[in-house]
């Protein structure tokens, strides 16, 4: 495999992982307040149908970013309520969204467009373009690092970057902020957080709708970015694989970056078979495609460290009197 082919495995590999980065920082976000979210792949649906939709009918790609986050966050009000105010099963809620999503968004868009669920192709400014880094051509001659800078680095949609600044910049919220170390806390214990007088229920819906934001923006990317517009179940399983790569990354935001960035690897891999054979490797795509939840397998198996969870996820808090 020469150096070009290595580039451009790496360019797609970034331009897969991004709609995962979102969605697993999202994930990241809920469960560390304690709120399982298996809702992420039916968030990101909305939201790409909202986005891509929208986006075709005002010609604006940015007016269709917000219809997808305010698309997102509607899910995840539901989610909320019914999880943190109504205290019911978080899992059963998740997946109930998903299965709201995967037939309401074909129903909204055949209604809207009557192209089998699908949106009319983006054009124009309701894409979302690539933009260019400062001296990306001026310093494509140079050797190596040129290269790696014009055409892996530069050259991307603006939310690619954005989730790229969004790993350091949750690091430092959850870390190194007090309300980080609240919503951490009341993913350990709530009960502690509430007899310090902070309500668990506004940091949990907080983290709700943090991750209702963020999987709007995946999704968004999806159909504005990635792809020219909203197709039926685009999202084609990205959400459960963002909580196979937050498992992977045990729930921290670095190791969230490098989970979703291998896990793109993966998929870029199996969209270049050539690129297998041409090293003597011949590995099916699906198992490309199955490689990284065999990888969360072992995690969960304690064979390359315990992945241990946020100890009160999942468990609703009930306030003692």
């Not at 129903?107 to 949106?119: E, K, P, S, V």
């Not at 430092?172 to 609240?182: A, D, N, S, V």
């Amino acid at each position: 495999m020469d150096y070009a082919t290595f580039l451009q495995i790496f360019d797609t590999t970034l331009r897969l992982a991004t709609p995962l980065l979102f969605a697993c920082l999202a994930g990241l976000y809920s469960e560390r307040a304690g709120v399982f979210d298996i809702g992420l792949e039916g968030k990101m649906l909305m939201a790409a149908m909202a986005s891509g939709a929208v986006a075709a009918l005002s010609g604006s790609v940015w007016i269709g970013l917000m219809a997808g986050i305010v698309g997102s966050l509607a899910f995840a009000l539901v989610h909320g309520i019914a999880s943190i105010t109504f205290r019911g099963n978080q899992l059963i809620s998740g997946v109930a969204l998903n299965f709201v999503a995967s037939g309401i968004t074909v129903l909204i868009a055949q209604d809207l467009f009557g192209q089998g669920g699908r949106t009319p192709p983006l054009e124009g400014g309701a894409r979302m373009l690539e933009i260019t880094l400062p001296l990306a051509e001026t310093l494509r001659p140079v050797p190596v690092i040129g290269p790696l800078y014009a055409d892996v680095i530069s050259g991307h949609p603006i939310l690619v970057y954005v989730g790229l600044l969004l790993v350091p910049a949750t690091w430092w919220l959850l870390y190194r902020t007090r309300f980080g170390l609240r919503l951490r806390a009341v993913g350990e214990n709530p009960a502690s957080v509430d007899t310090a007088g902070v309500s668990v229920k506004r940091l949990r819906f907080s983290a709700v709708l943090i991750a209702g934001v963020l999987c709007g923006l995946a999704g968004a990317y999806m159909a504005t970015g990635l792809q020219a517009g909203f197709g039926r179940e685009m999202t084609a399983g990205r959400g459960y694989i963002a909580l196979a790569a937050l498992i992977f990354a045990k729930w921290r935001p670095w190791h969230a970056l490098w989970a979703c960035l291998l896990f793109g690897f993966f998929q870029s891999l199996a969209l270049r078979p050539d690129v297998m054979q041409a090293v003597g490797i011949k590995i099916p795509g699906p198992a490309l495609d199955a490689l990284p939840y065999i990888l969360t397998v072992v995690v969960l198996a304690g064979l390359v460290g315990k992945a241990v969870p946020p100890r009160a996820g999942g468990e609703p808090y009930v306030k003692e009197r």
